[in-house]
């Protein structure tokens, strides 16, 4: 198993580092009856090896994972201590066959943790976080383990390795000193400490978010109240209601951003003001689930941990391995789009003003009422509306004739829908996908309905990751959050939902073709602000003419969407941008605020620091709150993108410039498919992220095309606008 990998991505950045002062204690090898009756214990025999999703139950998680810890311990500790002289295959490859149990194990139980949890498994997690923090240590900080990678990386370019080979030895050295190898044993003693605590704690945060979202849930007890909302809309509403044993009321969930989709239907301005303010109050407000001293916890403990390994804050040390390379170089990102991004809210927000006026609301345009009076501007500015648009995009045809479909085009791959393996829950769909030769290349799971067993948000894993080392093919999934409407009603997408599906399915098309050899570069595992890029390519193909109009066709008659409508859609994709780019970005810079902290500077209130931040930067403005606010901030506390919250616009310039290049080589063609697979997608880490980047466009990146995607390459701010 890849250990500086697997772990990182599945659990948090922090885990990475996790650990606790002595490793667990391994325990004794599982025996046949244990095996027989443990479905985690042994390699799956379905195909692509997906996990027996039937036949898992909670008590086979724990202890899958210990007998997996205890077997990888026994297998390092066989490599650290032979007395052979360390060669690239009994040290570097034998470290990646390693752990091939635990990884099975724990990477089953990360997954459905995050998509099908339930109290005893999220019990689970907390207990085993310092486990596999020790675990993580005890291989990391194994001194004579580490000296035999020194001693292969010092004379690494007399082996006669490979390109992969040797960037595996070299990744391997850096993982191995950016972990605290080279501390004294007493720093180690601290660095093992610090990371237990803050893998509790992350775990912690993630759960207080997920349980406060779903207590959070709106209750409104008249229809007339939901004036606005669709029939359907409502029937789930009142489903919902009656799903919390609430009849006769109606309810409205809560998803994990700021913003909330009915806020965009809503005429009842009081209602809309309540779902707002509850969703900005998420974790702060006291009680078991409030976030604020678990937040302070986490950022002290990652700045000390910092300035133990000798960074000068803990965004120094994330952005190190990052393509962005350093701390100034994603301030000056952030701060260069700032300014044109709040002048353009601005000048939306006046916009809708101009609206309310006309009506003589008598009120300023506040954060509850954004999205329901851009939509007014919306209709009036291109002539439809969110609810004119939506019968055209029914999930199946958005996912078979649009996403599955663009893929074709490119890649050649096509899709069979299996219905003979077994899932974690009914509504997961399993399609067997095929390579340009007719090959059986993948297994790809659809999970696209929210619950409340599952994390918000939208995500790709991988339950099985290619590896030529070991000959597997990927088992990847995508999972939407999309409200599951009631029994016989179609899925009906709004546009942000559909180039969501298509965002998650670059991931998705990241790992199913990834061709390398060593498991510790498969598919997504790249650096983090690299990672979003090929996702954020594949959106462009949502809006591709050929493409739109394939998959947007009325659920009803499967009639084409009107030419008409279609360039409404087309004209207004730059539309809200404004608020877009400046909900983000104020997201973005209050990571880097929090993680560009001296242990000194840590402050002693949450909410008081994140209003004094956005502020500092220039992006307070009250309308467009973060699109997560610290206390409900996931992405940065618990799920991997500490100090990397800006990856997300920094590989949106690498995508805005590989749509251009597209569009300059003829676009949705099979050669040009070909190219970026070849070059980029196939390669997974095993290059240098930037170079491939450079190998495929065949120049380095440039803003400009970003700037014009989103509408900010003639803003200028003005003097009301600083």
């Known amino acids: 198993m890849p250990i500086f990998t697997r772990f990182a991505i599945l659990m948090s950045s922090a885990s990475f580092f996790a650990g606790v002062a002595t490793a667990a204690e391994p325990s004794a090898s599982p025996s046949a009856s244990a095996?027989?009756?443990?479905?985690?214990?042994?390699?799956?025999?379905?195909?692509?090896h997906i996990p027996p999703f039937d036949q898992i139950k909670n008590e086979h998680f724990m202890p899958a994972i210990e007998a997996g810890m205890a077997e990888q311990l026994k297998e390092v500790e066989a490599i650290a201590s032979q007395s052979d002289k360390p060669t690239f295959d009994n040290t570097i490859v034998a470290l990646e066959r390693s752990g091939r149990l635990l990884e099975r194990a724990e990477t089953v139980f990360s997954n459905l943790n995050s998509c099908n949890t339930n109290p005893e498994m999220q019990k689970i997690e907390k207990e085993i976080a310092p486990k596999l923090a020790a675990h993580l240590d005890a291989i990391r900080l194994n001194a004579p383990l580490f000296a035999r990678v020194q001693s292969l990386y010092d004379q690494r370019d007399k082996l006669g390795l490979d390109a992969e080979s040797k960037f595996l030895l070299d990744r391997y050295y850096k993982d191995f000193v950016r972990a605290g190898a080279k501390l004294s044993d007493s720093d180690k003693d601290k660095l093992k400490a610090m990371n237990a605590e803050l893998a509790?704690?992350?775990?912690?945060?993630?759960q207080n978010v997920l349980k406060e979202k779903n207590a959070s849930s709106i209750v409104v007890e008249k229809r007339e109240e939901l004036a606005g909302l669709s029939e359907n809309e409502i029937a789930a509403a009142t489903a919902a209601a009656k799903e919390e044993h609430k009849e006769g009321k109606f309810v409205i969930p809560l998803q994990n951003t700021t913003g909330q989709p009915s806020l965009a239907s809503l005429e009842n301005r009081p209602l809309r003001q309540r779902i707002m303010e509850t969703s900005l109050s998420r974790n702060s407000k006291g009680g078991e689930w409030d976030n604020r001293e678990t937040v302070l916890r986490i950022v002290r403990l990652r700045a000390e941990r910092a300035k133990l390994l000798g960074y000068a804050n803990h965004a120094a040390y994330q952005l190190e391995d990052q393509t962005a390379g350093n701390v100034p170089t994603v301030n000056k990102l952030l701060s260069d789009l700032a300014p044109p991004a709040v002048a353009n809210a601005k000048r939306e927000a006046a916009d809708q003003q101009a609206i309310v006026d006309q009506e003589h609301g008598g009120f300023q345009i506040a954060s509850w009422d954004w999205n329901f009076y851009s939509e007014k501007v919306r209709k009036a500015r291109?002539?439809?509306?969110?609810?004119?648009?939506?019968?055209?995009?029914?999930?199946?045809h958005v996912i078979t004739d649009g996403v599955f479909f663009a893929a074709n085009k490119l890649y050649g791959i096509t899709f069979k829908e299996r219905h003979d393996l077994p899932v974690y829950q009914p509504d997961v769909r399993v399609w067997e996908v095929y390579d340009r030769d007719g090959q059986p290349l993948a297994l790809f799971l659809g999970d696209y309905y929210a619950r409340p067993s599952k994390h918000g948000g939208a995500w790709m894993n991988e339950y099985v990751s290619q590896s030529g080392l070991f000959g597997t093919k990927p088992v990847v999934a995508n999972h939407l959050n999309i409200p599951k409407p009631t029994a016989g009603e179609p899925t009906l997408l709004t546009y942000d939902q559909v180039r969501t599906a298509f965002h998650e399915f670059g991931h998705a098309l990241h790992g199913m073709f990834s061709h390398v050899?060593?498991?510790r570069f498969s598919g997504t595992s790249v650096p983090r602000d690299f990672v979003e890029y090929p996702s954020q390519a594949n959106e462009m193909w949502a809006s591709w003419p050929d493409v739109l109009k394939n998959y947007a066709r009325h659920y009803k008659t499967g009639e084409p969407m009107p030419?008409?409508?279609?360039?409404?859609?087309?004209?207004?994709?730059?539309?809200?941008?404004?608020?877009?780019?400046?909900?983000?970005?104020?997201?973005?810079?209050?990571?880097?605020?929090?993680?560009?902290?001296?242990?000194?500077q840590v402050p002693h209130d949450v909410i008081p620091f994140e209003a004094a931040a956005l502020k500092k930067d220039g992006v307070d403005f009250p309308p467009v709150p973060p699109r997560y606010r610290t206390t409900y901030f996931s992405h940065i506390f618990s799920s991997g993108y500490?100090?990397?919250?800006?990856?997300?616009i920094w590989s949106e310039v690498l995508a805005a410039d590989t749509e251009d290049w597209f569009r300059q080589h003829g676009g949705l063609k099979r050669e040009n498919g070909e190219h970026f697979r070849e070059t980029l997608l196939s390669r997974g880490g095993s290059i240098e992220a930037m170079k491939l980047f450079h190998d495929f466009t065949g120049h380095d990146p440039e803003i400009a095309p970003l700037l014009k995607r989103r509408g900010l390459d003639e803003v200028k701010p003005t003097a009301g606008d600083k």
């Open 642 to 648: 500490s100090a990397g919250y800006y990856s997300y």
């Open 35 to 48: 095996a027989s009756t443990n479905p985690l214990l042994t390699e799956s025999t379905l195909p692509y």
């Open 563 to 600: 030419q008409e409508l279609l360039n409404k859609v087309l004209a207004a994709e730059k539309f809200n941008q404004g608020f877009e780019t400046t909900e983000y970005l104020e997201a973005a810079m209050l990571d880097q605020n929090w993680h560009q902290l001296s242990p000194e």
């Open 517 to 519: 050899k060593y498991p």
């Open 200 to 206: 509790t704690l992350e775990a912690t945060f993630e």
């Open 382 to 396: 291109y002539a439809f509306d969110e609810s004119a648009i939506k019968p055209y995009f029914e999930l199946n």
